[in-house]
Antibody, heavy 114, light 110 residues
Framework: EVQLVESGGGLVQPGGSLRLSCAAS????????MNWVRQAPGKGLEWVSVIYSAGDTYYADSVKGRFTISRDNSKNTLYLQMNSLRAEDMAVYYC????????WGQGTRVTVSS | QSALTQPASVSGSPGQSITISCTGT?????????VSWYQQHPGKAPKLMIYDVSNRPSGVSNRFSGSKSGNTASLTISGLQAEDEADYYC??????????FGGGTKLTVL
């Protein structure tokens, strides 16, 4: 059974950094397209980033240059390093598997506030 | 990376059919058959309902169907049921090798 468990969210000041983790089970992270999607409070879904099985990475314009997606094959875990955080980055962050976002985690909440 | 355009809300009575539209551009919806639809109940993670325009994942009811014409994709739900009441989002692959979501549509079952 596929399972995705996000962690690492919390309260951070504007300009601060945070690293989110997505621990996967039931499949191999490095063999799949893995995505991060976020949802600001009361708002819609926003795609954030993807890492291909080959290692290519892509980002939404809103996070390019500030966020970095990566994976640790030995831990079967996906990461999102978030730097220079802004108020508008406040959201629930989901990791999702595959090209069509077939499986989702339960999300981890990031709050950006002073 | 402008969001795809969806109606803010739609409604229907049990047993009826409704259609939710998703309008993009020739750089996303119109360019690729990589349109997906997601259902999200309050406080829950989204669930994939349709992928690649018209394909249903295993376990999704055949009351859900998808189509595309030009720059507009559509999700149709037939035989509306109370549990279909949720938010629905479309998404599309783009020519920038990124993905874009629609703004979401709140479905109310009257």
């Amino acid at each position: 059974e596929v399972q995705l468990v996000e962690s690492g969210g919390g309260l951070v000041q504007p300009g601060g950094s945070l690293r989110l983790s997505c621990a996967a089970s039931g499949f191999i992270v490095s063999s799949n397209y893995m995505n991060w999607v976020r949802q600001a409070p009361g708002k819609g879904l926003e795609w954030v980033s993807v890492i291909y099985s080959a290692g290519d990475t892509y980002y939404a314009d809103s996070v390019k240059g500030r966020f970095t997606i990566s994976r640790d094959n030995s831990k079967n875990t996906l990461y999102l390093q978030m730097n220079s955080l802004r108020a508008e980055d406040m959201a629930v962050y989901y990791c999702a598997r595959d090209w069509s976002l077939v499986d989702w985690g339960q999300g981890t909440r990031v709050t950006v506030s002073s | 990376q402008s969001a795809l355009t969806q109606p803010a809300s739609v409604s229907g009575s049990p047993g009826q059919s409704i259609t939710i539209s998703c309008t993009g551009t020739s750089s996303d919806v119109g360019a690729y058959n990589f349109v997906s639809w997601y259902q999200q109940h309050p406080g829950k993670a989204p669930k994939l309902m349709i992928y690649d325009v018209s394909n249903r994942p295993s376990g999704v009811s055949n009351r859900f169907s998808g189509s595309k014409s030009g720059n507009t994709a559509s999700l149709t739900i037939s035989g509306l049921q109370a549990e279909d009441e949720a938010d629905y989002y479309c998404s599309s692959y783009t020519s920038s090798s990124t993905w874009v979501f629609g703004g979401g549509t709140k479905l109310t079952v009257l």
